[in-house]
């Protein structure tokens, strides 16, 4: 019988492709983890890996019982998952991966007090990632606020909607009146985005005409990852931007930000939130993903 360490072990050294790296993922020394691979393939009577100086690549056997093994672990995931929703606890440590840090600010933190009481036995790591996720690499229970380009590189995550709004064009009175107002999508040509540094391209506007996405390539002179808004109040180009965030709707009251064409706004611009597909949900990911959800009718008021 071949035990579930050896399994688990077995799938990090094969995602990672390196003994020292799986080892530090699992707190192991490299020489503990590679007795246990010693004795797996002692176990199966063949090679999983072909050794070389620098990395470890499967053989073919490897490959193939990667796929089995793969099957195993996440029926062995979902009982334990089972075997702790049914103990009538919630606990362990629920890590969470934000795209940026605005939206984990209007959804998650004004009621992390409320979460951490109501789950007493829960701790919660959280992180921003401004750059493409990839769940290979960035081990985390929850990715929160993900556009759909996560489920389409990763087919095989769960996902439930978390937020729909319209992808609004804006720009302040100052850039307008250097510039002028554009008034269709041909004027777009003579005019400067200040553009998101991890989009592909970064100098690209997201727009939508009959129904369907458009992108609009512009001349960039500066590219962030954060401080958007604030650079577009400060005259230096067009954003991208929800129109319903927080800070637009107060640049636009205060009179720092002006909506542009209206009629070419994104309807629908959606994020998810992406965890693990593992037949029973682990309790802390469902405890965490259905507390904040509960609190959507009051996101951005508090």
């Not at 492709?17 to 530090?24: D, F, K, V």
């Not at 490299?30 to 470890?56: G, H």
């Not at 540094?197 to 009959?210: I, T």
Request: proline share 4%; net charge negative.
């Amino acid at each position: 019988m071949i035990k579930i360490e050896l399994i688990e072990s077995f799938l990090l050294v094969a995602k990672f492709g390196s003994i020292t790296q799986a080892a530090n993922e699992k707190s192991l020394s490299p020489m503990a983890l590679s007795k246990q691979m010693q004795t797996l393939e002692a176990q199966l009577e063949k090679p999983l890996f072909n050794r070389t100086r620098r990395q470890l690549t499967l053989t073919e056997f490897g490959a193939n019982f990667k796929i089995e093994a793969e099957k195993v672990a996440q029926s062995h995931a979902s009982l334990v998952n089972w075997l702790a929703g049914n103990s009538g606890h919630t606990k362990g440590t629920v890590r969470v991966l934000f795209q940026s840090s605005l939206l984990c600010e209007e959804t998650i933190i004004p009621w992390m007090p409320e979460f951490l009481e109501t789950y007493s036995q829960l701790n919660v790591e959280m992180d921003v990632k401004e750059s493409l996720i990839d769940v290979s690499k960035d081990d985390y229970d929850i990715f929160w606020g993900v556009s759909d380009y996560l489920g389409e590189n990763f087919p095989n995550l769960k996902r439930r909607d978390l937020w729909t709004s319209h992808y609004g064009v804006f720009a302040s009175p100052s850039y307008i009146k250097s510039k002028g107002m554009p008034q269709d999508l041909t004027s777009l040509d003579s005019h400067d985005i200040i553009g998101y540094l991890h989009n592909e391209p970064s100098n690209v506007l997201v727009l939508q005409e009959n129904g369907k996405p458009i992108y609009k390539i512009l001349n960039q002179r500066v590219s962030s990852v954060c401080g958007l808004i604030d650079l577009a109040k400060a005259g230096l180009g067009l954003i991208n931007a929800g129109d319903d965030i927080q800070q637009i709707q107060d640049a636009i009251l205060n009179n720092e930000l002006v909506p542009i064409l209206e009629d070419y706004w994104w309807q629908e611009a959606k994020v998810y939130i992406y965890y693990h597909n593992v037949r029973h949900a682990q309790p802390k990911v469902k405890a965490f993903i259905d507390f904040f959800l509960s609190k959507r009718s009051v996101w951005g008021c508090s």
